[in-house]
């Protein structure tokens, strides 16, 4: 019972972050619903700092309860660990061009609808794409997921993680499930490798965040 209560009890953090973050990108993207007049950019920034602080400290509430991998773990920067993260920014890059080509290229929705929200909301949309959603996301789809489902450390675990994370996070980007799911899937699981193979989500956040700093450059 008491492990049922855990499970269940991460399972609800791991919702109420993604809650916290689905709001935060409500602020940033459509900020004309809110009516904040000159507060506008105190009310985001503050807004910002609470809900990454608390995704943050989930995160690591969950990890103190139970951490059979080692994850998070001091000194949190090496060199070994920054040549994994360049290798998987290499593979992330070449495995979207790959997939993009096997599904016959062009734009997924998802793509689109942040295309258009872009076009009217330019500063405040690179700020949330190229730093905040990586952070929010890491956290959520590599970090919770793992303090979820895959708890034991195990080779099997390590790879059917990789997969399943990879999986979730193309479902949320693409849940109509088009031909670019496959695209998202193979990022996602770049991204769980990173994690997985540094134990430590700074690496798999900047490899993250590079990837999308692309789309600007």
């Known amino acids: 019972m008491k492990k049922l209560g855990h499970y269940l009890g991460n399972i609800a953090e791991a919702v109420l972050a993604f809650v916290l973050y689905a709001e935060l990108e409500v602020l940033y993207f459509r900020p004309h619903q809110f009516d904040l007049g000159r507060s506008r950019v105190f009310v985001t920034a503050l807004a910002t700092v609470l809900v990454l602080y608390l995704i943050s400290y989930i995160y690591r509430r969950q990890l103190r309860k139970e951490n059979d991998w080692g994850f998070d ?11 994994i993260a360049m290798i998987g920014f290499v593979l992330i890059i070449v495995g979207s061009i790959v997939m993009l080509n096997l599904v016959g290229g062009g734009v997924s929705a998802n793509q689109q609808s942040l295309d258009r929200i872009a076009e009217h909301n330019a500063s405040l949309f690179k700020i949330l794409v190229v730093f905040i959603a990586p952070f929010c996301e890491e956290h959520i789809f590599r970090g ?8 034991q450390k195990s080779t099997s675990n390590k790879w059917l993680g990789i997969v399943a994370s990879g999986f979730l996070f ?35 956040i900047l490899v993250h965040m590079c990837y999308n700093a692309l789309g600007f450059i």
């Open 73 to 83: 773990q001091t000194p949190h920067w090496d060199m070994h660990r920054l040549g």
């Open 144 to 151: 919770m997921f793992f303090n979820i489902f895959f708890t």
């Open 170 to 204: 193309a479902y949320l980007h693409d849940p109509a499930l088009s031909k670019y799911i496959f695209v998202y899937w193979v990022l996602g699981m770049v991204l769980a490798w990173v994690y997985m193979s540094t134990k430590d989500l700074r690496y798999s």
